[in-house]
């Protein structure tokens, strides 16, 4: 059964140096508030997977905890670039970023199979593109039972999955719905799992069609973060912030821009932030 903690000691327990870390969530959900508490603690040398790393790999990344980024795409979405990330991978700043590109397909079934505890992935894509020339780890296998020739990845299976979600019930059970991208399978794919929510619920009461519940005894640890997916949104608690996304270009900008605004907005604060983004953003909907 997953054990309910607080969100300094869910990252304490659950994420060490050097380890493999996917936070995934997609446009919706993404757990912001623990890439920060990740940044607090001053994780280091950390292998940031993604499939679409936006502004909280930025920020982690511009703080020094990564050595590595696995993606199948990344930028600051529907606005440009991601500054501190392309300083690592050009500049070396603030610490050299080692990249591995794949595509939206390869990250999926790669997830897949680490969920499923195989090897790789086995996949019909990459046919006449190149990031296979850029990337080791994607290859070809011959099916041996027509004969075709079909890409393969190696499975990702994360040291720490960390994703957000809308509900946990007292059991520890676990309730995401609206857009659902791969959490599911990067929680059963990991050797550990951290999944904050917006709130812990007797009962989840009346769901949508495509809620996806995760049983207590697939998630390590749940934390009660209200608001921590922001600026992203939680569908049914709170709207995208999408002025923010625009903001945080000019912010990531300059470096010692981005080191004033992390100081006085992360370092400086801790998860009771996000309690009150989330009361702004339902009080604006009302």
Request: aromatic share 8%.
């Amino acid at each position: 059964m997953s054990r309910v903690l607080s969100l300094a000691e869910a990252v304490e327990q659950h994420v060490r140096d050097g380890d493999t870390v996917a936070m995934e969530g997609f446009t919706h959900l993404i757990p912001h508030a623990a890439a920060h508490e990740v940044i607090r603690q001053g994780r280091k040398r950390l292998t940031l997977v993604r499939m679409t790393p936006d502004l909280i790999y930025d920020q982690m990344i511009g703080m020094g905890c990564a050595e590595k980024a696995v993606f199948s795409w990344g930028g600051n979405p529907g606005v440009g670039s991601l500054h501190r990330f392309r300083d690592a991978v050009e500049n070396g700043w603030p610490h050299p970023l080692a990249i591995e590109e794949h595509s939206h397909a390869a990250m999926a079934n790669a997830y897949d199979a680490g969920a499923a505890g195989l090897p790789c992935a086995v996949l019909r894509g990459y046919v006449g593109a190149d990031l296979p020339k850029v990337n080791s780890n994607i290859r070809s296998i011959v099916c041996p039972f027509t004969g075709e020739k079909l890409a393969a990845v190696p499975a990702i299976r994360p040291d720490v999955g960390i994703v957000h979600a809308q509900k946990a019930d007292r059991a520890g059970n676990v309730m995401l719905e609206g857009i659902v991208g791969v959490q599911k399978e990067v929680v059963l794919a990991s050797k550990r799992s951290i999944v904050t929510v917006e709130e812990i619920v007797d009962e989840f009461g009346q769901r949508s069609p495509n809620a996806v519940i995760l049983p207590a005894w697939t998630i390590g640890c749940v934390v009660k973060v209200p608001g921590g997916a922001y600026p992203s949104y939680a569908f049914g608690y709170y709207k995208r912030d999408n002025a923010f996304y625009k903001a945080w270009d000019a912010i990531a900008k300059d470096r010692d821009g981005f080191r004033a605004w992390m100081k006085a907005n992360v370092l400086d604060q801790g998860p009771e932030v996000f309690a009150a983004h989330a009361r702004k953003m339902l009080q604006a909907a009302e």
